[in-house]
């Protein structure tokens, strides 16, 4: 139950940013490799949008297969919780090579802890 709060804590985390970076949040160089300074261009904020919705469902997920809600999607989530997996696995390698350093330090780690609770929730 505690490695779904923290999966849970860290994916609202990066829903909140995506949320703020769709909105005008001046934090470009924290994301998408540091290509938009300030603030994301309207076609990159619906891609924010995107993420941040896309995200989101994999927190539905993670509550899924833990148990915790929407107990007629289990067999949905035993399933989707490894493509999860593998989703933080790719977002783990691709923060840890960006040439951004601002977004190296704050979402690799973020990633990598999203990396180790799904795929905690995924063995249980």
Do not use: H
């Amino acid at each position: 139950m505690l490695t779904t709060f923290i999966f849970c804590f860290f994916i609202l985390i990066a829903v909140l940013f995506q949320l703020a970076m769709a909105l005008g949040a001046p934090w470009g160089e924290f994301a998408m490799g540091g290509k938009y300074p300030g603030k994301f261009p309207p076609k990159i904020r619906v891609a924010a949008v995107i993420q941040l919705l896309i995200l989101a469902f994999f927190g539905i997920i993670g509550l899924i297969r833990s148990g915790l809600i929407l107990s007629s999607f289990y067999d949905f989530s035993s399933k989707a919780i490894w493509f999860i997996v593998g989703f933080f696995v790719l977002g783990t390698v691709l923060n840890l090579i960006t040439p951004s350093k601002k977004e190296r330090n704050l979402w690799a780690p973020i990633t990598f802890f999203l990396l180790l609770s799904s795929l905690r929730i995924a063995l249980s």
